[in-house]
């Protein structure tokens, strides 16, 4: 076995602020580039050596290969210790978890998330830090500094190490733990929710379908759901992480699982279906012929939270990124608690968790979480929705119909324009820019504008400033419009639009989202000439 030292040239590194890197599979896979990449996150955290990191991904493909070559590169660069997941499987927030509770210096995850997988999708490494959340813009930028002017990486030439096996192994000076990736998450779900109730439930005849989109949670939910819980065998579908997750886009949301969303809306449908994607952080919820949205769903559980054993002190605060709808801060105002309003992405939470000023945190795109690791957690939404229900012994659509009527509903719906061209996507922006100070008082489809701004926000703990997080047209009367540019698309620009408006009429809350949100839509595309400047007759995806 032989350290040897490889000449390379800079790469185009992620995006500064995002936390980490997704690609092309094709492009990770070409000459010296995940080494590349690899190195400058070593750079960027002051190296390895001496240190212990944990190792783990989604299993989409290249996820074993590159599994390897970040075991080299650390040996021969002189880390301690790597815990990594058998088959180098780990979901996301497992690997919070497994950070956080071995105190290691932070970890890498393998993986781009929701984005599909295979040969010619996507593939994706993250840093996640000691506190077990995703590395902050302070260190994404100096890992981006490094990939601008890497010269070179150390890697040992070395056989594979074998990762099938539970138990220790090594590479050079370096030890390998190889560990079950789901006991110790499986444990801590354990420890937070009431099991006894949730399995009494399903020993009652309540029916669960989990869809795993063939992605890493199958083996969790298998685990805890059919295993520990008593859910009936086949509960868990998709169950088995597959490379291409079986063709199909990993992502919860009613487009994509639109397998599930056909069964919950059919005859014979079971009483709760859940969905999580690629890397196992984002969930969807849906009941018999009653879909969730995130921002009910992190609403609903901030109200109920007190239900579930690890949370029946009550909570220290919530917070919710910027483009979430405003539901949970209803509940917020209704029992007095701290809410926080942050960009998108959940690192802008980690402050807030670590300090004890919020206990329960989500966004709109499908991520709720808890304190109990520093990522959104798929199968963690589940349980608490099922020991919430266990506890209520209500159906999905009667907890939506009491929430809605102490609370008022705030009508909720995204729409992404993928793949838009870079320079049509800023013009939108740039020109919604200009005209913050005249949109106030104007009409656009029946409503009238109150505000226009721009989001930035400064860190309540750190004091870290971030400008330029999203455009928000306010109307009177309630109702939002926000225009953002995606900062995880692979190919061109994906312009988000997020679109709400509040109902405190019950006579008038059980409309489809799209009819009650009309004039908002018509408004937003007004404003912003989204048709015109983008070319398209509407949107790519609505959720
Ligand atoms: C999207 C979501 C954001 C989420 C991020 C990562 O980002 O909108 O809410 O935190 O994905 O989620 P963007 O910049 O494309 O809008 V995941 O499940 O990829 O870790
Ligand atoms: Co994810």
Aim: net charge negative; proline share 5%; hydrophobic share 40%.
């Amino acid at each position: 076995m032989e350290r040897i030292t490889v000449q390379t040239t800079p790469i185009e590194g992620q995006k500064p602020g995002t936390s980490g890197l997704r690609k092309k599979t094709n492009v990770f896979m070409a000459l010296h580039f995940l080494e590349n990449f690899v190195q400058a996150i070593f750079t960027g955290i002051g190296g390895v050596a001496g240190k212990t990191l944990v190792l783990g991904g989604d299993g989409r493909y290249f996820n074993d290969r590159a599994a390897q070559v970040i075991l080299r590169m650390a040996a021969a660069q002189d880390c301690a210790k790597i815990i990594v997941g058998r088959d180098a499987l780990m979901s996301t927030p497992a690997a919070s978890n497994m950070i956080r509770i071995r105190k290691t210096d932070g970890g890498i995850i393998m993986s781009a998330s929701h984005n599909p997988g295979g040969p010619k999708e996507d593939f994706g490494v993250k840093f996640n830090t000691p506190n077990g959340g995703p590395a902050p813009e302070e260190v994404t930028n100096r890992i981006f500094e490094a990939t601008k002017v890497i010269e070179s990486y150390d890697i040992m030439q070395a056989q594979d190490v074998d990762l099938s096996q539970i138990g220790e192994t090594s590479l050079g000076d370096m030890a390998i733990e190889v560990v079950d990736p789901v006991a110790d998450y499986a444990a801590l779900m354990e420890k937070l929710f009431d099991f006894g109730a949730i399995a009494a439930l399903f020993e009652s005849g309540f029916r669960i379908r989990f869809d795993a989109m063939h992605a890493i949670t199958g083996p969790y939910a298998k685990s805890i759901l059919e295993d520990r819980l008593g859910a009936p065998a086949g509960s868990v579908v998709n169950a088995v992480p597959s490379p291409d997750f079986g063709g199909g886009h990993p992502d919860p949301n009613p487009i994509w699982a639109k397998d599930l969303m056909d069964i919950m809306y059919g005859a014979d449908a079971p009483d709760f279906g859940a969905a999580s994607d690629g890397d196992g952080d984002r969930n969807m919820i849906v009941g018999k012929s009653a879909y969730v949205t995130p921002s009910d769903s992190l609403a609903l559980l901030a109200a109920n939270a007190h239900l579930a054993p690890g949370y029946s002190e009550g909570l220290a605060g919530v917070a919710r990124s910027m483009p979430t709808s405003g539901a949970v801060d209803r509940v917020a105002a209704k029992r007095g608690l701290d809410c926080y309003e942050t960009p998108t992405g959940w690192k802008f939470f980690g402050n807030l968790l670590d300090a004890g000023r919020a206990t329960l945190c989500g966004e709109e795109s499908a991520g709720t979480g808890s304190d109990h690791v520093r990522e959104k957690d798929g199968l963690w939404a589940v349980l608490l929705w099922l020991n919430i229900l266990a506890k209520t012994g209500k159906s999905v659509q009667q907890m939506l119909d009491d929430h809605w009527a102490e609370f008022g509903r705030n009508y909720y719906s995204r729409h992404d324009y993928e793949g838009v061209d870079n320079a049509a996507a800023e013009g939108l922006m740039d020109a919604l820019r200009a005209r913050f100070s005249t949109l106030p008082g104007q009409s656009f489809a029946g409503r009238t504008v109150a505000s226009a701004d721009e989001f930035s926000y400064d860190d309540p703990v750190d004091g870290s400033h971030s400008a330029g997080q999203g455009i928000r047209i306010g109307f009177e009367g309630g109702g939002r419009v926000v225009f953002r540019l995606s900062g995880t698309g692979t190919v061109g620009a994906t312009l988000r639009v997020y679109l709400e408006d509040l109902c405190e009429d019950s006579a008038e809350m059980h409309k489809d989202p799209q009819e009650a949100l009309a004039d908002i839509i018509a408004a937003a595309d007004a404003i912003a000439g989204i048709r015109e400047r983008t070319g398209r007759d509407g949107p790519d995806v609505r959720t």
